[in-house]
């Protein structure tokens, strides 16, 4: 009955078509067309190497039999093709009825074991070389996915269930990805991570989870870089604890112990031996001059200043960091008693914008000329831009420690050769 569903099926394919666009909504066919493509595209990417898979290993099978010697090689080859196309059963029929012939026609088991391993040799190979080889980028479903697939659709149509799980799971993964109400079946089944590196540290972090958040703040390192680490995971992460603690969901209690796991995180990072990846050297030029990063409010603005004095140590510029602690009028204090000194503000959303703002006024009023480079992460930079004080020519608005780098290390090279 199934075939000749689908029999029907593929001759009423432009109606059927038509039918889910219009069951999807007309209000906006661009996504709706993109997601009956994208589906498409990935079912039919799948069954072409599917096929191309299945035809490879029944050729090994139908070969490596007729040298054993197995009468009727050619059809076990065609069979293991064909059977190779019903899920984790179809491997296993395919095999069974060559092995149980072979202890019939041999009068030795070096025959049997030989099939067996034949077998073996080609679930191996196809399973470690060829799959990940043609399929490329996968269908876009999870492991776990197409085993709980699986289950679900042998359990609803039997064998025939099991041979159209994978396309089927396909295209409610990508119904799922272009329509908000379907958007479970993407999130159950897509190969996808649900959650952003930030998202995944801090969930960690919240769960006091402290070696698997220090096992993922070192991998990314290890791959990307002490920069990217910093710029991508850790400072979204330090702004997603501000926002839940100003928002009244963390304590101060919890927030403080966050912040503080942050922060050893990061050391822990710049000890590893990241630092400087994809910023490169500032070789050849005088970096004596002191840099000076002071944090605007809290914590968390003096947690992302010293990452930047991290970054710039690893350029071989020296920089200190201000105490969260230490008044205005102090930080003002002390690049007074610096010379040709670069300074850097951190700010971090969502409260210490006022308290940047005001700290760039009063360092304004005191040294004219002083170079002020604004690190206003994240959020942080259309409620400083719109400072008149911050659009004068020696004050540099930067949203990323790279950038941050990047103009301190001209800043700091432009004055030294003065």
């Not at 799948?46 to 040298?67: E, P, S, T």
């Not at 010697?69 to 984790?88: D, K």
């Not at 951190?346 to 210490?352: D, E």
Request: glycine content about 8%; charged content about 20%; overall charge negative.
């Amino acid at each position: 009955m199934l075939a000749f569903q689908f029999e029907f099926i593929l001759l009423q394919r432009e109606d059927i078509r038509d039918r889910l666009i219009q069951l999807f909504g007309t209000g906006n066919l661009h996504t709706t067309t993109q997601a009956v493509t994208d589906a498409a595209s990935r079912v039919s990417r799948y069954l072409r190497m599917n096929l191309l898979i299945n035809a490879c290993y029944g050729a090994g099978v139908a070969v490596g039999l007729y040298f054993i010697g197995l009468p009727n090689a050619l059809l076990w080859g065609v069979m293991g093709m064909l059977l190779r196309f019903l899920p984790y059963l179809g491997p296993w029929i395919a095999a069974s009825m060559p092995i149980g012939l072979s202890l019939g026609v041999f009068e030795t088991w070096s025959a049997t074991f030989l099939v067996l391993g034949l077998f073996v040799l080609l679930e191996v190979l196809v399973n470690n070389v060829l799959e990940p080889l043609l399929y490329g980028s996968s269908v876009g479903v999870s492991s776990l996915g197409i085993v709980i697939a699986a289950i679900f659709w042998t359990w609803l149509w039997g064998p025939v269930g099991l041979v159209l799980a994978v396309p089927l799971t396909v295209c409610l993964v990508v119904t799922g990805q272009h329509v908000p109400q379907l958007r479970f079946f993407s999130v159950l089944f897509s190969d996808r991570s649900t959650l952003s590196k930030p998202e995944r540290l801090y969930q960690r972090l919240l769960a006091r989870d402290a070696d698997e958040a220090e096992k993922l703040v070192l991998d990314y390192a290890d791959r990307n870089g002490l920069q990217h680490l910093f710029d991508q995971v850790m400072i979204p992460a330090l702004e997603l604890v501000e926002l839940d603690r100003h928002g009244g969901i963390l304590d101060e209690d919890n927030a403080g112990y966050l912040l503080e796991l942050i922060r050893d995180l990061a050391a822990t990072a710049a000890d590893k031996g990241g630092a400087g990846v994809g910023l490169g050297k500032s070789e050849g030029h005088p970096t004596s001059l002191p840099v000076l990063c002071i944090p605007a409010a809290d914590e968390a603005d003096e947690i992302a200043a010293s990452m930047l004095a991290d970054l710039l140590h690893a350029e071989g510029i020296r920089a200190d960091v201000g105490a969260v602690e230490s008044l205005t009028s102090e930080h003002a204090d002390r690049v007074a008693r610096l010379e040709d000194a670069v300074v850097a503000i951190s700010i971090l959303p969502p409260v210490a914008n006022r308290s940047g703002r005001y700290l760039l006024k009063r360092l304004r009023a005191d040294h004219p000329g002083l170079p002020i480079v604004i690190g206003a992460w994240r959020s942080a930079r259309d409620s400083v831009t719109s400072d008149p004080v911050a659009k004068d020519g020696s004050t540099y608005v930067v949203e990323t420690l790279a950038a941050a780098v990047s103009r301190i290390r001209a800043l700091v090279t432009r004055r030294a050769w003065q």
